[in-house]
């Protein structure tokens, strides 16, 4: 019997309308002769009212620990009435905690990692004919203290839940119908992406795309595990994210049925009959708002200097993104060194540099605050240098100034001001004629 995990996030189980039309979505998959194991997010905005809770009595640090227990309590709200809800459609339904569900993490209070993925019980509920809903985004620590695995850790939760039980497929339930060449937020006559390779998709989500969370995208990949992101408000087909090998075996009562070919839902993740060679080049346009931009002058131009400045900023735990090192002027011996990192550790990373800046004697620390990237994906664009010139013509033609550039094998990035980056979005997607004639309808949710 194909096995699926469908992850649901906030906005599908807004309030408990929402709740019901899961639930009736739930029972008609089982009904249709899958198990169905289900991931659900807090409801809404709960995890956002419950840190707002929590800032209330406690304004400065939270304790981590206690922040973790708070949070948790969001997915076993939904996770109940999702499972009560079920129960009323007549089908049993049973939901566990991720403790219960057996996802062992590390001891790091709000981003744990995942060390261990038992779903015992899950399968044991999936065994005797019923529905299995396990709570998202938290795990518990070897300590037994329970923690979370970052905001959006519902995916993660879905992807790893997946892997541990060999599912068929992973289906990613959310506010719009799949991946989009760009968020339909800001440009509506985006197109949906049928299908696109998990490489493209974590860079996608690597650089801003907020349909899917970062770690679940690794996660799948590394244990490929095929996704297909979707809608919970319509029927339609959403994006399958190909992964290159199909997963082991997946039957416990020793048949050996493959995932591929095994179940109706993976055969359409595979080729078929449509012919992979048409795909487009271009899977994409994802964009970043909250970055800044550091430049440090009139660094020494000597060996080890790089090294030193980019040791200041990972120390202060910061992530450092796109890094420029300029043509240093051969009469002064010194250099400028750029790179991006989160708005939010501006000041973090001005203050380490500031130091840095009077041990090391470089002339000064720079710092430009909203600024946004611009990240076009897609397999082969080192390949095809036209694909660079057409992308900067698009933001030539529209006035706009880019003001760094970084490259990998299947990514263009651009970094521009944050009050044209809709704008450089919208353009980029048109040279690309990426426009789709019906415009994308987004059901739900802030696309958060
Ligand atoms: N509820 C958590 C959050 O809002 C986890 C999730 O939605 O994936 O971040
Ligand atoms: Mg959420």
């Known amino acids: 019997m194909p096995l699926l995990v469908q992850k649901y996030g906030g906005s599908s189980v807004a309030d408990v309308d929402a709740v019901r039309r899961v ?22 905005d709960t995890t956002d009212e419950l840190l707002d809770l929590a800032s209330q009595v406690s304004p400065h640090d939270p304790p981590e620990r206690e922040l973790d227990m708070l949070l948790t309590a969001g997915e076993r709200i939904s996770m109940a009435l999702l499972a009560m809800a079920i129960e009323e459609l007549g089908v049993p339904a049973r939901s566990y905690t991720g403790q219960q569900a057996g996802l062992l993490t590390d001891a790091s209070h709000g981003s744990a990692r995942l060390l261990d993925v038992t779903p015992d019980r899950v399968k044991e509920t999936l065994d005797s004919g019923a529905v299995a809903i396990v709570a998202g985004f938290q795990g518990v620590s070897q300590d037994e203290d329970i923690t979370t695995l970052g905001r959006g850790g519902s995916d993660t939760t879905a992807v790893a839940l997946a892997a541990a039980l060999a599912a068929d497929v992973c289906e990613i339930y959310t506010d719009v119908d799949g991946l989009f060449s760009a968020d339909p937020r800001i440009v509506p006559s985006a197109s949906r992406v049928t299908r696109i390779s998990i490489e493209e998709t974590l860079e996608m989500a690597a650089h801003g795309a907020k349909i899917l969370h970062l770690r679940a995208v690794e996660y799948a990949r590394r244990f490929a595990v095929p996704l297909h992101v979707r809608s919970s408000f319509s029927d339609k087909e959403g994006t399958w994210i190909l992964v290159d090998r199909p997963l082991t075996p997946l039957s416990s009562d020793g048949t050996g049925e493959h995932a591929t070919g095994a179940s109706p839902v993976t055969a359409s993740t595979t080729t078929g009959n449509e012919e992979p060679m048409e795909d487009p080049i271009i899977s994409g346009i994802a964009h970043d708002r909250h970055l800044g931009k550091i430049t440090c002058v009139g660094v020494p131009d ?34 400028d060194i750029s790179f991006t990192i989160p708005e939010a550790d501006g000041t973090r990373t ?3 540099l500031r130091e840095l800046q009077r041990e090391m004697g470089f002339e000064d620390v720079l710092y430009t605050s909203h600024t946004g990237k611009l990240s076009l994906v897609g397999a082969g664009l080192r390949s095809n240098p036209h694909v660079a010139h057409r992308l900067f013509s698009a ?27 809709e704008d450089a979005v919208r353009a980029v997607h048109t040279a690309f004629e990426m426009d789709a004639e019906d415009q994308a309808v987004v059901y739900a949710g802030t696309g958060r």
């Open 23 to 44: 639930a009736q979505r739930v029972v008609q998959t089982h009904r249709e002769g899958n198990q169905v194991a289900v991931v659900v997010s807090a409801m809404g």
């Open 302 to 335: 000597k060996p080890g200097s790089a090294a030193t400045v980019l040791g200041a900023i990972t120390r202060a735990g910061v992530g450092i993104d796109m890094i420029v090192q300029n043509v240093s002027h051969e009469d002064t011996g010194v250099t």
């Open 350 to 352: 001005v203050t380490a």
């Open 395 to 421: 933001l030539s033609d529209a006035g706009i100034n880019i003001e760094m550039i970084s490259t990998s094998e299947i990514r263009i990035s651009i970094l521009v001001d944050q009050a044209n980056l």
